[in-house]
């Protein structure tokens, strides 16, 4: 039933989409099929980095759970730390529900959902990769988000079309964000398949080069590295 359930969403998607590549589509089909799928730990590690001395200022480690209450998702708090500190009392309250919203995953973290291919554009570009028996088709893509737009290369799984990852850079950089001048951002998302047809990212990668010239720094030349783990996923349903 699960594998009929998908091939009828591969064969709408065919006729429904703009973009007309068989491999992509599938691709767009397996992440519609998954869209119900939800992290239940988000981890996420950022480090501030001076990048003249290539010296390290702050390290902040932040863990959250989603579970599902009611008819909605509860972001929670669950630890959090500062250059190896435990200051998780101190902004669980106002400071964490400030912070909340940022927790969400973003559109350029999955490009392949179907509410997505209308600001996308997919082709691939005749590159290839061999894992074993396994061959990994590239494809360059554009994507337009709200925080821009990206461009990069996605590796979909010929004979399963899983995606696999992507690489992506933001597009019209320098540009000022308040006070800071963003330099460069690079984007990478690995993801990864279970049973039953699951699959789900696992892993955000971003890198950034800024001039930060808010509290607390002042033309600081920083690359700021955030990685965001996710795991033990549960897929959702309402009643």
Same mark, same amino acid.
């Given at each position: 039933?699960?594998?009929? +359930?998908?091939?009828? &969403?591969? !064969? ?6 703009? =973009? ?5 589509? @599938? ?5 519609? $099929?998954?869209?119900?799928?939800? %992290? *239940?730990?988000?981890? #996420?590690?950022? #480090?501030?980095?001076? &990048? &003249? ?9 932040? +863990? ?12 929670? !708090? ?21 912070? @909340? %919203?940022?927790?969400?995953?973003? =559109?350029?973290?999955? %490009? ?11 082709? %691939?570009?005749? @590159? ?12 360059? $893509? ?9 461009? *990069?290369? &996605? ?11 992507? /690489?992506? @850079? ?34 955000? +990668?971003?890198?950034?080069? =800024?001039?930060?010239? /808010? ?6 030349? =920083? ?13 959702? +349903?309402?009643?």
């Amino acid at each position: 039933m699960r594998k009929t +359930t998908i091939l009828i &969403a591969i !064969l709408f998607l065919q006729t429904s989409l703009s =973009a007309s590549d068989a491999l992509w589509q @599938r691709a767009v089909a397996i992440a519609a $099929y998954n869209r119900d799928m939800v %992290p *239940g730990t988000w981890v #996420e590690r950022e #480090e501030t980095f001076d &990048a &003249a001395e290539d010296k390290s200022h702050i390290v902040t480690q932040t +863990t959250v759970a989603f579970r599902k209450i009611g008819s909605s998702i509860d972001v929670s !708090l669950v630890e959090s730390r500062t250059n190896g500190m435990d200051v998780t009392e101190e902004i669980r309250g106002d400071v964490f529900e400030q912070k @909340r %919203p940022t927790y969400r995953m973003k =559109a350029q973290y999955n %490009p392949f959902l179907p509410a997505h291919q209308s600001d996308i554009s997919a082709r %691939p570009n005749g @590159r290839s990769r061999r894992d074993g028996e396994v061959t990994h088709i590239a494809y360059d $893509y554009s994507q337009k988000t709200d925080d821009g737009r990206w461009r *990069g290369t &996605a590796w979909i799984d010929e004979s399963t079309g899983m995606p696999l990852e992507i /690489n992506a @850079r933001l597009t019209g950089l320098p540009r000022k964000n308040v006070k800071d001048e963003i330099k460069e951002v690079v984007l990478n998302v690995t993801y990864e398949s279970g049973a039953e047809q699951a699959w789900y990212p696992a892993k955000v +990668t971003l890198f950034t080069r =800024a001039m930060l010239n /808010n509290f607390p720094y002042t033309k600081f030349f =920083a690359t700021i590295e955030k990685a965001i783990t996710l795991s033990n996923y549960w897929k959702i +349903t309402f009643e």
